[in-house]
């Protein structure tokens, strides 16, 4: 009877043995999915150099208003269904699908470029430049809207390869948070109000006032220049500038021409009509400032 014990007891010991050795394979079907102890960002210090997300290019500077600037150096995630996305404002969207699979997709969905302008409001975050989908590169659309705290809140696929995001934040609440013109320096202000007078004016085209305003938003890093990679024309440019200077100079000479044929029409006592053309002031200094290649100007400025 106690021989019979003691080998029943050493049986339980032997199977116990066997499944704790066991026990990782019988329970591997339920084992969770461990994040990683940073990020999933581009720069997680955790993976090895050569694992880590490899950007095409490098952001664009942070600009835009000053209260949305605090927002860069942050990262917030958002879970879809087997994706985890990660948006960093002012550096990059990331995208990473949590499954067992061996070649789990992780990869750029956007590196952050520029605003996009509408209605002198900034209506969204453009982030391009992406991993290559096909034979063109993922871009990300983010749109800011007012919210409690800051968060994604949504994330879809419109159309392939391009990602809709919207990002919440009590950042934009204020009605006027978004508004281009405040955010601008006294300088770009001015050229801006200048742009507007002569528009009014109707001193250049619908078409020429916002190429004048898209510099403006480029020179103000709103916008991304298409000049950067292009040498300057300066030939074009002297070529306006001759013309501009050729102009005002003949307005002067036809001035002057008015004067003298009135005081010989005087000397002489023949009636004339003093409400005749009068000398015309030169093109207002504002064009000559504003002018850059073809703008869509109004030739006649007589």
Not at 153 to 181: G, I, K, M, N
Not at 197 to 221: S, V, W
């Amino acid at each position: 009877m106690c021989y019979t014990s003691t080998r029943v007891l050493s049986v339980r010991w032997i199977c116990m043995f066997y499944l704790t050795l066991l026990s990782p394979y019988v329970f591997a079907g339920k084992m969770k999915i461990v994040e990683e102890p940073n990020t999933f960002g581009l720069n997680n210090p955790f993976l090895a150099q050569g694992s880590r997300l490899q950007p095409r290019v490098t952001p664009g500077p942070v600009a835009g208003p000053a209260h949305l600037q605090s927002l860069a150096g942050k990262c917030f995630s958002y879970i879809e269904s087997t994706y985890k996305y990660e948006f960093c404002p002012f550096h990059n969207i990331t995208q990473h699908e949590q499954s067992f699979r061996w070649n789990a997709y992780s990869g750029i969905l956007g590196i952050w470029q520029e605003w996009e302008i509408v209605n002198n409001t900034f209506s969204a975050m453009w982030m391009r430049e992406g991993d290559a989908c096909g034979n063109k590169n993922r871009q990300t659309k983010v749109l800011l809207t007012c919210g409690g705290s800051n968060k994604l809140a949504q994330v879809s696929e419109p159309t392939t390869c391009l990602y809709s995001l919207t990002f919440e934040t009590p950042l934009v609440c204020h009605p006027h948070s978004l508004l281009v013109y405040p955010t601008l320096n006294e300088n770009l202000q001015k050229e801006w109000d200048d742009v507007e007078q002569a528009y009014y004016d109707a001193l250049i085209t619908e078409q020429g006032y916002n190429n004048l305003l898209r510099e403006i938003f480029e020179d103000a890093r709103y916008l991304k220049s298409h000049k950067i990679n292009e040498k300057p024309n300066t030939t074009a440019a002297s070529t306006t500038q001759v013309s501009l200077q050729k102009c005002n100079e003949e307005i002067l000479k036809q001035g002057e021409e008015i004067q003298r044929l009135r005081a010989l029409l005087n000397q002489n006592n023949i009636p004339h009509d003093s409400k005749l053309a009068t000398s015309k002031s030169p093109v207002s200094a504002i064009l000559q400032s504003q002018l850059r290649g073809d703008n869509g100007l109004i030739a006649d400025v007589l």
